[in-house]
Nanobody, 124 residues
């Protein structure tokens, strides 16, 4: 059964760090692009970062460039999102997704499957 399970969320002070994990099962994650998205209360879900299959290309939303880093551990079938210098506006539920490709002509690629999400709260 295909499954994506996020973990690592929590409460952190502004300027702090968290590392989110997305553990995949039921498929080989390095055959697919894996993306991170987030949704804040009252806002639409937005793309945050994506790791392409094959060539190792990575993509980031402008709002997180230089602060977030996406990485893969194919042996563990897991994708990580290292989040540094966190800001209150990063507060959201973070989801990972299996995608055919990170980007398409209109922006972030289409997600095929979603995890259940993990809450990230940045507050003093």
């Amino acid at each position: 059964q295909l499954q994506l399970v996020e973990s690592g969320g929590g409460l952190v002070q502004p300027g702090g760090s968290l590392r989110l994990s997305c553990a995949a099962s039921g498929f080989t994650s390095d055959y697919y692009a894996i993306g991170w998205f987030r949704q804040a209360p009252g806002k639409e879900r937005e793309g945050v970062s994506c790791s392409s299959r094959g060539d190792g290309s990575t993509y980031y939303a402008d709002s997180v460039k230089g602060r977030f880093t996406i990485s893969r551990d194919n042996a563990k079938n897991t994708v990580y999102l290292q989040m540094n210098s966190l800001k209150p506006e990063d507060t959201a539920v973070y989801y990972c997704a299996r995608m055919d490709r990170c980007m398409d002509l209109t922006g972030w690629g289409r997600a095929r499957n979603w995890g259940q999400g993990t809450q990230v709260t940045v507050s003093s």
